[in-house]
Protein backbone atom coordinates (compact mmCIF):
# COMPACT_ATOMS: atom_id res chain seq x y z
CA UNK A 1 0.00 0.00 0.00
CA UNK A 2 1.19 3.49 -0.71
CA UNK A 3 2.77 5.82 2.14
CA UNK A 4 0.03 8.00 1.07
CA UNK A 5 -2.86 5.46 1.20
CA UNK A 6 -1.54 3.86 4.70
CA UNK A 7 -1.60 7.97 6.28
CA UNK A 8 -4.93 8.86 5.21
CA UNK A 9 -5.64 5.13 6.61
CA UNK A 10 -4.48 6.07 10.32
CA UNK A 11 -5.81 9.58 9.94
CA UNK A 12 -9.27 8.14 9.61
CA UNK A 13 -9.30 5.86 12.03
CA UNK A 14 -11.31 6.97 14.85
CA UNK A 15 -10.40 8.15 17.76
CA UNK A 16 -10.54 4.77 20.06
CA UNK A 17 -12.29 1.94 19.56
CA UNK A 18 -15.35 1.96 21.21
CA UNK A 19 -17.57 3.81 23.35
CA UNK A 20 -16.21 2.63 26.56
CA UNK A 21 -13.25 3.50 25.52
CA UNK A 22 -13.31 7.28 24.83
CA UNK A 23 -14.11 7.67 28.91
CA UNK A 24 -11.70 5.42 29.50
CA UNK A 25 -8.79 7.15 27.46
CA UNK A 26 -9.87 10.15 29.52
CA UNK A 27 -11.60 9.41 32.71
CA UNK A 28 -9.69 11.93 34.78
CA UNK A 29 -9.86 14.41 32.72
CA UNK A 30 -13.66 13.80 31.47
CA UNK A 31 -14.75 13.61 35.18
CA UNK A 32 -12.91 17.36 35.67
CA UNK A 33 -14.39 18.24 32.35
CA UNK A 34 -18.19 17.41 33.52
CA UNK A 35 -17.72 19.30 36.74
CA UNK A 36 -16.35 22.41 34.70
CA UNK A 37 -19.27 22.86 32.60
CA UNK A 38 -21.66 22.65 35.08
CA UNK A 39 -19.64 26.09 36.15
CA UNK A 40 -21.57 29.54 35.57
CA UNK A 41 -19.07 32.30 34.77
CA UNK A 42 -20.38 36.00 35.32
CA UNK A 43 -19.15 37.44 31.50
CA UNK A 44 -20.67 40.63 32.71
CA UNK A 45 -18.22 41.29 35.82
CA UNK A 46 -15.53 40.80 32.78
CA UNK A 47 -16.83 43.22 30.60
CA UNK A 48 -17.75 45.47 32.91
CA UNK A 49 -14.34 45.68 34.50
CA UNK A 50 -13.08 45.97 30.84
CA UNK A 51 -11.54 42.75 30.92
CA UNK A 52 -13.27 41.85 27.54
CA UNK A 53 -14.35 43.49 24.71
CA UNK A 54 -18.12 44.16 24.12
CA UNK A 55 -17.75 42.18 20.77
CA UNK A 56 -16.42 39.06 22.69
CA UNK A 57 -18.97 39.36 25.40
CA UNK A 58 -21.91 39.18 23.00
CA UNK A 59 -20.22 36.48 20.71
CA UNK A 60 -19.49 34.02 24.04
CA UNK A 61 -22.95 34.71 25.73
CA UNK A 62 -24.38 33.81 21.96
CA UNK A 63 -22.37 30.80 21.63
CA UNK A 64 -23.05 29.50 25.22
CA UNK A 65 -26.96 29.69 24.67
CA UNK A 66 -26.91 27.80 21.14
CA UNK A 67 -26.69 24.58 20.09
CA UNK A 68 -26.58 22.17 16.95
CA UNK A 69 -27.96 24.18 13.65
CA UNK A 70 -28.05 27.30 15.72
CA UNK A 71 -24.59 27.16 16.90
CA UNK A 72 -23.43 25.90 12.99
CA UNK A 73 -25.11 28.71 11.58
CA UNK A 74 -22.91 31.50 13.98
CA UNK A 75 -19.64 29.61 13.81
CA UNK A 76 -20.32 30.08 9.81
CA UNK A 77 -21.24 33.32 10.04
CA UNK A 78 -18.61 34.43 12.43
CA UNK A 79 -15.57 32.92 12.21
CA UNK A 80 -13.48 35.40 12.38
CA UNK A 81 -15.06 36.70 15.45
CA UNK A 82 -14.93 33.06 16.77
CA UNK A 83 -11.75 32.97 16.87
CA UNK A 84 -11.09 36.27 18.21
CA UNK A 85 -13.36 35.58 21.38
CA UNK A 86 -11.99 32.14 21.87
CA UNK A 87 -7.89 33.77 21.43
CA UNK A 88 -8.84 36.93 23.58
CA UNK A 89 -10.28 35.51 26.38
CA UNK A 90 -7.56 33.17 26.82
CA UNK A 91 -5.11 35.91 26.91
CA UNK A 92 -7.01 38.24 28.84
CA UNK A 93 -8.22 36.24 31.69
CA UNK A 94 -5.67 34.80 34.19
CA UNK A 95 -8.18 32.60 36.52
CA UNK A 96 -7.97 29.13 36.31
CA UNK A 97 -11.35 28.43 36.86
CA UNK A 98 -12.03 30.48 34.03
CA UNK A 99 -9.40 29.32 32.15
CA UNK A 100 -10.16 25.96 32.52
CA UNK A 101 -14.04 26.81 32.11
CA UNK A 102 -13.01 28.65 27.93
CA UNK A 103 -10.69 25.95 27.07
CA UNK A 104 -13.44 23.10 28.04
CA UNK A 105 -15.79 24.92 25.34
CA UNK A 106 -13.40 25.23 23.18
CA UNK A 107 -12.60 21.33 23.24
CA UNK A 108 -16.50 20.62 23.13
CA UNK A 109 -16.56 22.92 19.98
CA UNK A 110 -13.56 20.84 17.57
CA UNK A 111 -15.13 17.89 18.57
CA UNK A 112 -18.15 18.74 17.43
CA UNK A 113 -16.62 18.85 14.11
CA UNK A 114 -13.61 18.29 13.66
CA UNK A 115 -13.41 21.05 10.47
CA UNK A 116 -13.82 24.16 12.72
CA UNK A 117 -9.70 23.77 13.66
CA UNK A 118 -9.96 26.16 10.22
CA UNK A 119 -11.55 28.56 12.18
CA UNK A 120 -8.58 28.80 14.37
CA UNK A 121 -5.69 28.73 11.42
CA UNK A 122 -7.34 30.70 9.60
CA UNK A 123 -7.69 33.71 11.95
CA UNK A 124 -3.86 32.92 12.71
CA UNK A 125 -3.24 33.16 9.35
CA UNK A 126 -4.83 36.43 8.50
CA UNK A 127 -3.46 38.22 11.85
CA UNK A 128 0.00 36.74 10.75
CA UNK A 129 0.35 34.96 14.16
CA UNK A 130 1.33 31.96 15.28
CA UNK A 131 -1.34 29.44 16.14
CA UNK A 132 0.77 27.73 18.26
CA UNK A 133 1.92 30.10 20.41
CA UNK A 134 -1.26 30.57 22.57
CA UNK A 135 -1.54 27.15 23.39
CA UNK A 136 1.91 26.18 23.39
CA UNK A 137 2.14 28.79 26.79
CA UNK A 138 -0.62 27.16 28.50
CA UNK A 139 1.47 24.28 29.17
CA UNK A 140 3.37 25.95 31.25
CA UNK A 141 1.18 26.79 33.47
CA UNK A 142 0.64 25.04 37.19
CA UNK A 143 -3.09 23.71 36.88
CA UNK A 144 -2.60 20.06 35.35
CA UNK A 145 -6.41 20.25 34.10
CA UNK A 146 -5.44 23.44 31.99
CA UNK A 147 -2.04 21.93 30.69
CA UNK A 148 -3.90 18.44 29.65
CA UNK A 149 -7.29 20.11 28.06
CA UNK A 150 -4.29 22.66 26.22
CA UNK A 151 -3.04 19.14 24.92
CA UNK A 152 -6.06 17.94 23.66
CA UNK A 153 -6.58 20.99 21.77
CA UNK A 154 -3.18 21.39 20.41
CA UNK A 155 -3.53 17.59 19.42
CA UNK A 156 -6.77 18.07 17.49
CA UNK A 157 -5.12 21.51 16.00
CA UNK A 158 -2.02 19.55 14.64
CA UNK A 159 -4.20 16.29 13.41
CA UNK A 160 -7.13 17.99 12.02
CA UNK A 161 -5.69 21.19 10.34
CA UNK A 162 -4.59 21.56 6.87
CA UNK A 163 -1.04 23.22 8.10
CA UNK A 164 0.61 20.84 9.76
CA UNK A 165 2.77 21.83 13.28
CA UNK A 166 6.33 21.78 12.81
CA UNK A 167 9.73 23.00 13.96
CA UNK A 168 10.21 23.99 17.24
CA UNK A 169 6.68 24.23 17.99
CA UNK A 170 6.54 20.34 16.88
CA UNK A 171 9.78 19.51 19.12
CA UNK A 172 8.25 21.39 22.22
CA UNK A 173 5.03 19.90 21.73
CA UNK A 174 6.35 16.08 21.62
CA UNK A 175 8.72 16.74 24.05
CA UNK A 176 6.50 17.83 26.71
CA UNK A 177 4.14 14.83 25.94
CA UNK A 178 7.15 12.54 26.40
CA UNK A 179 7.86 14.24 29.51
CA UNK A 180 3.85 13.79 30.95
CA UNK A 181 4.29 10.32 30.29
CA UNK A 182 7.35 9.82 32.34
CA UNK A 183 6.28 11.89 35.03
CA UNK A 184 5.90 9.46 38.48
CA UNK A 185 2.11 9.91 39.60
CA UNK A 186 0.47 11.35 36.47
CA UNK A 187 -3.22 11.23 36.85
CA UNK A 188 -3.76 12.62 33.74
CA UNK A 189 -1.41 10.03 31.43
CA UNK A 190 -4.16 8.46 29.78
CA UNK A 191 -4.49 11.70 28.42
CA UNK A 192 -1.26 12.19 27.48
CA UNK A 193 -1.43 8.80 25.49
CA UNK A 194 -4.57 9.82 24.02
CA UNK A 195 -2.68 12.35 22.41
CA UNK A 196 -0.07 10.74 21.27
CA UNK A 197 -2.06 8.25 20.03
CA UNK A 198 -3.32 10.87 17.52
CA UNK A 199 0.23 12.81 17.00
CA UNK A 200 1.65 9.55 15.65
CA UNK A 201 -1.11 8.46 12.96
CA UNK A 202 0.98 11.20 11.28
CA UNK A 203 4.08 9.98 9.26
CA UNK A 204 5.88 13.30 10.00
CA UNK A 205 5.17 13.45 13.37
CA UNK A 206 5.87 10.22 14.29
CA UNK A 207 9.55 10.65 12.79
CA UNK A 208 10.32 13.50 15.03
CA UNK A 209 9.01 11.69 17.52
CA UNK A 210 11.20 8.47 17.16
CA UNK A 211 14.07 10.80 16.34
CA UNK A 212 13.86 12.14 20.09
CA UNK A 213 14.28 9.15 21.85
CA UNK A 214 9.95 8.22 21.67
CA UNK A 215 10.71 4.32 21.44
CA UNK A 216 12.74 4.04 24.47
CA UNK A 217 10.54 5.87 26.53
CA UNK A 218 7.63 3.72 25.26
CA UNK A 219 9.38 0.54 25.60
CA UNK A 220 10.32 1.36 29.36
CA UNK A 221 7.16 2.47 30.33
CA UNK A 222 5.73 -0.84 28.77
CA UNK A 223 7.82 -2.80 30.50
CA UNK A 224 6.63 -1.42 33.57
CA UNK A 225 3.91 -1.68 35.77
CA UNK A 226 0.79 -0.14 34.36
CA UNK A 227 -2.88 -0.82 33.95
CA UNK A 228 -4.54 -2.56 30.67
CA UNK A 229 -5.73 0.55 29.30
CA UNK A 230 -2.20 2.47 29.24
CA UNK A 231 -0.72 -0.57 27.71
CA UNK A 232 -3.12 -0.65 24.86
CA UNK A 233 -2.96 2.96 23.95
CA UNK A 234 0.90 2.99 24.01
CA UNK A 235 0.94 -0.10 21.92
CA UNK A 236 -1.38 1.34 19.99
CA UNK A 237 1.13 4.17 19.41
CA UNK A 238 3.98 1.48 18.45
CA UNK A 239 1.54 -0.46 16.00
CA UNK A 240 0.65 3.11 14.05
CA UNK A 241 5.10 3.31 13.90
CA UNK A 242 5.61 0.24 12.95
CA UNK A 243 4.08 1.57 9.53
CA UNK A 244 7.09 3.48 8.44
CA UNK A 245 9.52 0.64 7.75
CA UNK A 246 12.29 2.81 9.09
CA UNK A 247 11.38 2.60 12.74
CA UNK A 248 10.94 -0.87 13.25
CA UNK A 249 14.74 -0.76 13.66
CA UNK A 250 14.44 1.24 16.09
CA UNK A 251 11.70 -1.21 17.70
CA UNK A 252 14.41 -3.69 18.09
CA UNK A 253 16.84 -1.98 19.13
CA UNK A 254 15.03 -1.17 22.38
CA UNK A 255 13.82 -5.31 22.74
CA UNK A 256 9.77 -4.17 22.04
CA UNK A 257 9.27 -7.72 20.55
CA UNK A 258 9.85 -9.17 24.07
CA UNK A 259 8.27 -6.66 26.02
CA UNK A 260 4.99 -6.98 24.27
CA UNK A 261 5.49 -10.61 24.34
CA UNK A 262 5.77 -10.54 27.91
CA UNK A 263 2.13 -8.48 27.69
CA UNK A 264 0.62 -10.69 25.56
CA UNK A 265 1.04 -13.84 28.01
CA UNK A 266 -0.19 -12.21 30.72
CA UNK A 267 -3.10 -10.15 28.55
CA UNK A 268 -6.48 -10.51 29.69
CA UNK A 269 -8.17 -7.69 27.63
CA UNK A 270 -9.13 -8.60 23.88
CA UNK A 271 -7.97 -5.07 23.35
CA UNK A 272 -4.49 -5.31 24.50
CA UNK A 273 -4.64 -8.56 22.55
CA UNK A 274 -5.75 -7.42 19.49
CA UNK A 275 -3.30 -4.35 18.78
CA UNK A 276 -0.07 -6.18 20.29
CA UNK A 277 -0.91 -9.03 17.24
CA UNK A 278 -1.44 -5.98 15.23
CA UNK A 279 2.50 -4.68 15.91
CA UNK A 280 3.95 -8.09 15.60
CA UNK A 281 2.17 -8.37 11.84
CA UNK A 282 3.24 -5.21 10.76
CA UNK A 283 7.29 -6.14 12.30
CA UNK A 284 6.76 -8.73 9.51
CA UNK A 285 4.72 -7.23 6.51
CA UNK A 286 6.28 -3.85 6.64
CA UNK A 287 10.41 -4.32 6.42
CA UNK A 288 11.56 -4.36 3.50
CA UNK A 289 14.91 -5.93 5.19
CA UNK A 290 14.40 -9.71 4.74
CA UNK A 291 17.21 -10.39 7.26
CA UNK A 292 15.19 -8.13 9.51
CA UNK A 293 11.71 -9.79 9.05
CA UNK A 294 13.86 -13.19 9.89
CA UNK A 295 15.08 -11.84 12.72
CA UNK A 296 11.59 -10.61 14.42
CA UNK A 297 10.03 -13.72 13.47
CA UNK A 298 13.21 -15.27 15.56
CA UNK A 299 12.93 -13.11 18.27
CA UNK A 300 8.84 -13.62 18.56
CA UNK A 301 9.56 -17.15 18.70
CA UNK A 302 11.73 -16.70 21.50
CA UNK A 303 9.24 -14.42 23.20
CA UNK A 304 6.85 -17.67 23.44
CA UNK A 305 4.74 -15.44 20.76
CA UNK A 306 4.22 -19.04 19.00
CA UNK A 307 2.64 -21.11 21.94
CA UNK A 308 0.34 -18.02 23.17
CA UNK A 309 -0.43 -17.94 19.51
CA UNK A 310 -1.78 -21.58 19.84
CA UNK A 311 -3.68 -20.60 23.17
CA UNK A 312 -5.42 -17.71 21.85
CA UNK A 313 -6.42 -20.29 18.51
CA UNK A 314 -8.32 -21.65 21.09
CA UNK A 315 -10.25 -18.58 22.16
CA UNK A 316 -13.31 -17.61 19.72
CA UNK A 317 -13.00 -14.08 18.63
CA UNK A 318 -16.07 -11.75 17.33
CA UNK A 319 -13.28 -10.09 15.84
CA UNK A 320 -12.40 -11.40 12.66
CA UNK A 321 -9.11 -9.22 11.83
CA UNK A 322 -7.76 -10.89 15.40
CA UNK A 323 -8.56 -14.56 13.47
CA UNK A 324 -6.32 -13.10 10.40
CA UNK A 325 -3.63 -11.99 12.51
CA UNK A 326 -3.11 -15.16 14.65
CA UNK A 327 -3.25 -17.62 10.91
CA UNK A 328 -0.79 -14.83 9.88
CA UNK A 329 1.89 -14.94 12.59
CA UNK A 330 1.36 -19.26 13.17
CA UNK A 331 2.30 -19.43 9.46
CA UNK A 332 5.38 -17.33 9.33
CA UNK A 333 6.75 -18.05 13.18
CA UNK A 334 6.40 -21.83 12.31
CA UNK A 335 7.99 -21.43 8.86
CA UNK A 336 10.65 -19.24 10.56
CA UNK A 337 11.68 -22.35 12.57
CA UNK A 338 12.23 -24.47 9.62
CA UNK A 339 14.46 -21.83 8.41
CA UNK A 340 16.07 -21.40 11.83
CA UNK A 341 19.77 -22.29 12.31
CA UNK A 342 21.52 -22.34 15.52
CA UNK A 343 23.15 -19.29 15.17
CA UNK A 344 20.28 -17.68 14.29
CA UNK A 345 18.53 -18.62 17.45
CA UNK A 346 21.60 -17.57 19.43
CA UNK A 347 22.17 -14.53 17.70
CA UNK A 348 18.81 -13.35 18.33
CA UNK A 349 18.51 -14.54 21.97
CA UNK A 350 21.75 -12.20 22.80
CA UNK A 351 20.13 -9.38 21.27
CA UNK A 352 16.76 -9.71 23.25
CA UNK A 353 19.03 -9.19 25.91
CA UNK A 354 17.21 -12.63 28.12
CA UNK A 355 19.63 -15.22 27.98
CA UNK A 356 18.61 -18.58 29.29
CA UNK A 357 20.04 -22.27 29.18
CA UNK A 358 18.80 -23.00 25.37
CA UNK A 359 20.60 -26.07 24.08
CA UNK A 360 22.91 -24.13 21.78
CA UNK A 361 24.69 -22.75 24.91
CA UNK A 362 26.02 -25.98 26.30
CA UNK A 363 26.46 -27.37 22.60
CA UNK A 364 30.37 -27.99 21.91
CA UNK A 365 29.72 -28.62 18.25
CA UNK A 366 27.58 -24.76 18.30
CA UNK A 367 30.55 -23.11 19.52
CA UNK A 368 33.49 -24.99 17.44
CA UNK A 369 31.34 -24.19 14.72
CA UNK A 370 30.04 -20.47 15.38
CA UNK A 371 32.98 -18.73 17.78
CA UNK A 372 33.86 -17.02 14.89
CA UNK A 373 31.20 -15.33 13.51
CA UNK A 374 30.97 -13.54 17.33
CA UNK A 375 33.30 -11.78 15.95
CA UNK A 376 31.28 -10.38 12.60
CA UNK A 377 30.04 -7.28 12.77
CA UNK A 378 33.07 -5.03 14.20
CA UNK A 379 32.40 -7.64 17.38
CA UNK A 380 28.62 -6.83 18.15
CA UNK A 381 27.71 -10.17 20.05
CA UNK A 382 30.77 -9.99 21.78
CA UNK A 383 30.24 -6.57 22.65
CA UNK A 384 26.28 -6.86 23.71
CA UNK A 385 27.56 -9.94 25.82
CA UNK A 386 29.97 -7.55 27.97
CA UNK A 387 27.18 -4.54 28.10
CA UNK A 388 24.78 -7.88 29.80
CA UNK A 389 27.51 -8.28 32.15
CA UNK A 390 28.24 -4.64 33.34
CA UNK A 391 24.47 -3.94 33.38
CA UNK A 392 22.12 -6.61 33.85
CA UNK A 393 20.73 -7.28 37.62
CA UNK A 394 19.29 -11.19 36.42
CA UNK A 395 21.50 -14.10 37.84
CA UNK A 396 20.14 -16.02 35.16
CA UNK A 397 21.49 -13.37 32.44
CA UNK A 398 25.07 -12.87 34.10
CA UNK A 399 25.18 -16.79 34.49
CA UNK A 400 24.77 -17.55 30.81
CA UNK A 401 26.96 -14.50 29.64
CA UNK A 402 29.74 -15.59 31.83
CA UNK A 403 29.66 -19.10 30.46
CA UNK A 404 29.35 -17.65 26.85
CA UNK A 405 32.46 -14.95 26.91
CA UNK A 406 34.47 -18.66 28.68
CA UNK A 407 33.17 -20.77 25.52
CA UNK A 408 34.51 -18.33 23.33
CA UNK A 409 37.58 -17.57 24.62
CA UNK A 410 38.02 -21.71 24.49
CA UNK A 411 37.62 -21.52 20.76
CA UNK A 412 38.56 -19.02 19.20
CA UNK A 413 42.51 -18.35 18.95
CA UNK A 414 42.56 -14.66 19.77
CA UNK A 415 39.41 -14.91 22.54
CA UNK A 416 41.64 -13.75 25.44
CA UNK A 417 42.61 -10.77 23.45
CA UNK A 418 39.59 -9.27 22.13
CA UNK A 419 37.74 -9.95 25.61
CA UNK A 420 39.76 -8.04 27.66
CA UNK A 421 39.71 -5.02 24.54
CA UNK A 422 36.18 -5.38 25.16
CA UNK A 423 36.41 -4.78 28.91
CA UNK A 424 34.48 -8.41 29.30
CA UNK A 425 37.65 -9.75 31.30
CA UNK A 426 37.21 -7.04 34.07
CA UNK A 427 33.53 -7.20 33.80
CA UNK A 428 33.87 -11.47 34.53
CA UNK A 429 36.47 -10.94 37.45
CA UNK A 430 33.91 -8.51 39.18
CA UNK A 431 31.34 -11.25 39.36
CA UNK A 432 33.74 -13.48 41.32
CA UNK A 433 31.99 -11.84 44.29
CA UNK A 434 28.33 -11.76 43.27
CA UNK A 435 26.27 -12.71 45.83
CA UNK A 436 24.30 -15.46 43.58
CA UNK A 437 26.34 -18.56 44.05
CA UNK A 438 25.89 -19.52 40.01
CA UNK A 439 26.88 -16.42 38.98
CA UNK A 440 30.00 -17.07 41.19
CA UNK A 441 30.98 -20.22 39.73
CA UNK A 442 30.15 -19.48 36.04
CA UNK A 443 32.23 -16.25 36.47
CA UNK A 444 34.93 -18.62 38.16
CA UNK A 445 35.22 -20.95 35.04
CA UNK A 446 35.29 -17.92 32.80
CA UNK A 447 38.24 -16.72 34.12
CA UNK A 448 39.76 -19.68 34.47
CA UNK A 449 39.59 -20.19 30.61
CA UNK A 450 40.83 -16.68 30.45
CA UNK A 451 43.74 -17.55 32.30
CA UNK A 452 44.85 -20.23 30.32
CA UNK A 453 47.22 -19.12 27.73
CA UNK A 454 46.51 -20.97 24.79
CA UNK A 455 43.82 -23.33 24.18
CA UNK A 456 45.37 -24.05 20.84
CA UNK A 457 48.65 -25.33 21.70
CA UNK A 458 48.98 -29.30 20.49
CA UNK A 459 50.74 -31.05 22.88
Known amino acids: MPDS ?11 ETGKGDVMAATS ?28 DYRFITEFLTSDGSKRDSLLQNQRTQCAKTFLSLLEHISKDQTVQYILTIMDDMLQEDMNRVEIIREYAKKK ?65 ARCLQMMLRDEKYRLVFAGMEGVSVLANILSGRINFQIQYQLSFCLWVMTFSPQLVEQMNKHKIIPI ?19 VFRNMIEKPEDAAMVKENCVAMVQAKVLKQLSILQQHKFDDEDIMADIEFLTEKLQASIQDLSSFDEYSTEIKSGRLEWSPVHKSERFWRENANRLTEKNYELLKMLVHLLETSRDTLVLAVASYD ?55
Open 260 to 278: LGDILNDSVKDKVTRIILA
Open 28 to 55: VLQQRANEIRNNSINWQSYLQSQMIGDD
Open 128 to 192: RENVWSPFLNLLNRPDNFIQNMTSRIIAKLACWSRDPMEGSDLTFYLTWLKDQLQTPGNEYVQTT
Open 405 to 459: IGEFVRHYPRGKSIIEQLGGKQMVMQLLAHEDPNVRYEALLAVQKLMVHNWFVKF
Open 5 to 15: KINSMLMKLPD
